[in-house]
């Protein structure tokens, strides 16, 4: 499985899934406070807990600046709460709770959802090597629950390119023929469900499995996965990941099983060359660093955020001994553009590939700086972008023009800001062939702000390798 390398830093493409165990005081893992609570006398629910929480008067309280007991300040987390519903925050107080504060519970929590929607993959194939011998190959990887029907026993399945595709197969795709998937629990030989291949881009590394009737998804507890914008990652950011990394070389598939990492978003967007050892093919690929464990065996699994949300699927880890904790995750706002096209389209046979919406501008940085964000506590980067070419050909042509700083850009009914590099490429993921006519871009030229409207039809869309 590991036909790709980071040529820059010699990397192997495996995938990354980042979790959050934290550890008790007492040094016991994975126990949140209220259950060391439950566990010393403590009798009733969670939110009974939290409230015994509460200070009375501010006695309890340590002494505050005018030295009276704490009262010129904040004493508990309800007053918090009050303070926050005063300056906008909407929401309830557990809603609060998941927004501002990191407690073990909230993360076992969003682990086991994840645990939920993940998937071992096996795939097994042969090819014809140099004297004439058919020779069995096979991988394992992992994935992650897209779309599901239970009652139907259907779930569409998201993995990397990588992990199904094989440059040195014998047949005319270089998809293995032979695709296996389990889901959590369900991992014995005796449990397998097949899983058929039905599209998916080699240049962002992301294919869409199709299962049907499988009597196994109806009587289990598999989920879909819930999807949070990429858009919205910022640096620091606690991440946790679950898929099936392999225990050596030696190791049966069946012995391997779907585990949990812990990590935090390194950095919320740069790009990696990632090359074809088999057909010498390169690409530059946007990704999400993250700081985790990472083996092979766990291409494909999902990068989650502290809410369970999906935000990425981890596809490299870099290898150099010179080199420690660096991953790589295809954000997730790429990941559903390409596995809605998909569902869509694509049947694996005559349909599959994944055609986007091609303007034929490059875009270029003008400026960058960091935003403090005092709603969210986070400091995220914005960037003015600008255009930095247009091809004479393209439907772009005679539209916009070099120089153009990019504000935004509407379609459909929905409005997408432009603060990043990525913004745009991103947001034309939601375009839809035969249903976007239209693209409205804000821009400013000159100094004047202005709309330009750009025509779209089915021949713009290009098909992706």
Not at 95 to 121: E, G, P, R
Not at 247 to 261: H, M, R
Not at 338 to 360: M, Q, S, T, V
């Amino acid at each position: 499985m590991k036909k790709r390398q980071l040529f820059i830093i010699s990397t192997v493409l495996v995938i990354v899934l980042v979790c959050v165990f934290l550890v008790a005081c007492d040094g016991k893992a994975g126990k949140s406070a209220y259950e060391l609570a439950v566990e010393q006398g403590f009798e009733g629910s969670l939110d009974e807990w939290l409230e015994s929480l509460k200070g009375d008067n501010g006695v309890d309280g340590t002494d505050g600046v005018d030295g009276r007991d704490g009262t010129d300040g904040i004493t508990d987390i309800t007053q918090l709460y009050d303070k926050a519903v005063q300056d906008g925050f909407e929401g309830s107080y557990l809603d609060f709770l998941n927004s501002y504060l990191t407690l073990n519970a909230d993360t076992q929590v969003a682990a086991n959802l994840a645990l939920l929607s993940a998937i071992k993959v096996y795939v097994s194939d042969y090819y014809i090597n140099y004297w004439g011998k058919k020779t069995e190959v096979s991988a394992v990887g992992s994935g992650v629950i897209y779309k599901l029907n239970k009652e139907a026993g259907n779930a569409y399945i998201i993995t990397n390119y990588h992990v199904v595709y094989n440059g040195n197969l014998s047949n005319d795709n270089k998809i293995y023929s032979d695709i296996k998937v389990f889901l959590y629990g369900y991992e014995s030989e005796s449990q397998a469900i097949t899983a058929k291949y039905i599209g998916g881009a080699y240049d962002y590394d992301i294919a869409i499995l199709q299962v049907e009737d499988s009597e196994i998804i109806k009587n289990s507890n598999a989920r879909a996965v819930d999807v949070a914008s990429s858009k919205d990652i910022v640096a620091g950011s606690t991440c946790f990941a679950v898929g099936n990394p392999a225990t050596g070389s030696s190791a049966s598939y069946s012995d391997i099983k779907i585990s949990v990492t812990q990590g935090v978003v390194s950095v919320d967007s740069e790009n990696v060359s990632v090359g074809d050892s088999a057909t010498g093919y390169t690409v530059s690929t946007r990704v999400i660093r993250v700081d985790a464990a990472i083996n092979s065996g766990n291409s494909g699994g999902g990068l989650y955020n502290s809410k369970g949300q999906l935000i990425g699927i981890v596809n490299a880890k870099a290898t150099s001994t010179s080199i420690e904790n660096m991953g790589y995750a295809i954000p997730s706002d790429v990941v559903a553009g390409i596995a809605d096209y998909a569902i869509a389209n694509c049947d694996g046979e005559e349909n599959r590939y994944i055609k986007k919406l091609y303007l034929g501008i490059s875009g270029v940085i003008n400026s960058s700086k960091s935003v403090y964000d005092s709603s969210s506590n986070t400091v995220k980067l914005v960037e003015e972008i600008a255009v930095g070419e247009v091809e004479a050909d393209s439907i772009a042509s005679g539209k916009l023009q070099e120089g153009d700083i990019l504000n935004a850009v509407e379609f459909d009914g929905n409005k997408y800001a432009i603060t990043r590099s990525f913004s745009l490429p991103d947001s034309l993921w939601m375009a839809k062939s035969g249903e976007t006519t239209t693209l409205k871009f804000y821009i400013t030229r000159g100094g004047e702000d202005m709309t330009v409207e750009i025509a779209v039809t089915k021949d713009n869309f290009a098909q992706l390798k």
